[in-house]
């Protein structure tokens, strides 16, 4: 949550296609809360597979991969953390930045572009272990005005095995606490997980 106190800068829809399919984007902008009260986040039980832990190394290995790239991003524009990043809220947004005056498009263009390119890389090597992600996805050709192919691609089907590697993703990153955007790089998966789990019977509940 930014803080009162502190001046914001609303970016003109920095990330706005980046997740544009990701509805979980409540749950990454929710880690400026738990940036604060250093609260564990609890792991959402629908979203995870039974035997992930042998895409636990792997996981590990692409989340702290992940974690140095997009902390350095936000250490080099003076953003505090993920979720200002993702939500395109700034607060405190270095002065060399914030000074540039009709400059700041094309910094904000340049972030949108290095985020892009680190998500689309990581996204795309999540289905490495199964064939790539062309074998493993749909395009969809309703979604196009410049986002990038790995967006447009949508995992329907997954095996079990691509399931299980999506949760020890999420499990990662939700028990580290910090970054939590990369859980989401397989959303669709996830999302199929969920599915999946309210499926079952005494799962699925009319609110």
Known sequence: MCKGHASSYKSDR??????????????IIRTEEYDSMDEKIKLDESVLMPGDEIYEYIAQSA?????????????????ANEAQLFSSRFTGF?????????????????????????YAKFRS?????????????????????GIREPFRRICSFPSDEIRK???AYYRIAYSNGK?????????????????????????FKLS
Request: net charge positive; charged share 30%.
């Open 125 to 145: 090597n999540f289905f490495d272990d199964f064939g790539g992600i062309k074998k493993n996805t749909e395009l969809d050709e309703r979604k196009f005005n």
């Open 63 to 79: 989340y702290d991969e992940y974690r140095t790239l997009i902390g350095s991003t936000c250490e080099r524009y003076g953003i």
């Open 94 to 118: 270095k002065k060399r930045f914030a000074d540039k005056g009709d400059d700041k498009i094309a910094v904000f263009n340049m972030l949108k572009e290095q985020i892009s390119i680190i």
């Open 14 to 27: 920095l990330l706005g296609n980046l997740f544009s399919r990701a509805m979980e984007i409540r749950e």
């Open 179 to 203: 970054f939590l955007s990369f859980a989401w790089l397989a959303y669709d998966v996830l999302t199929y997980n969920r599915q999946k789990y309210l499926l079952k019977t005494g799962n």
């Open 165 to 167: 590697k999506a949760s």
